[in-house]
């Protein structure tokens, strides 16, 4: 029941947010925040087709939209199809949680590190230590990944299975 409440409050909220503004950038600026206050993730990021109301031609990349904390840096970044961990996670239409460093850059899960320059060096000690990355889609069209990284307090703290959930829905 408690869930079901928190649900409740989390729509709620979004619901209200949403109905302020109709200037996207501000609905992708909302949607990053309730992620982050939701999972209670130090940032979080939102990539997005550019061609999203075209049934018929697929997009080859996505383009970061929105970010928060550390990746308020990576804001216009893109990623092409299989791209990277965020590629990755467009082209399976798959969630991944990931609750280590070495398993956010292990290579065989995409990881190439390609857009950490724009943070290195911005942000003093930045590393990511755990995250959730979910696919965003309409219908069985993939249109976009949102991300959380590293959940607050610090290292070693991770998200949980429930945060994923949370994403997911």
Request: aromatic share 6%; with cysteine; proline share 4%.
């Amino acid at each position: 029941e408690q869930d079901g409440r928190t649900l409740v409050r989390i729509f709620e909220g979004i619901t209200s947010r949403l109905l302020a503004s109709t200037d996207p950038n501000r609905l992708y600026n909302v949607a990053v925040q309730i992620a982050m206050e939701t999972t209670g993730a130090q940032a979080c990021s939102l990539y997005l087709e550019q061609n999203v109301t075209d049934p018929v031609r697929e997009p080859s990349e996505i383009i970061m939209v929105s970010g928060a904390g550390f990746e308020s840096h990576r804001i216009g970044v893109t990623y092409e199809k299989g791209d990277g961990l965020t590629g990755k996670i467009w082209e399976t239409s798959l969630s991944v949680k990931l609750d280590s460093q070495a398993q956010i850059e292990d290579p065989t899960r995409g990881w190439r590190g390609r857009h950490n320059a724009q943070v290195v060096g911005k942000v003093t000690g930045w590393r990511s230590y755990s995250l959730i990355g979910v696919p965003l889609r309409i219908g069985t069209r993939t249109i976009g990944v949102l991300k959380v990284e590293n959940k607050k307090p610090g290292e070693p703290s991770c998200f949980s299975t429930d945060d994923q959930l949370l994403l997911e829905t």
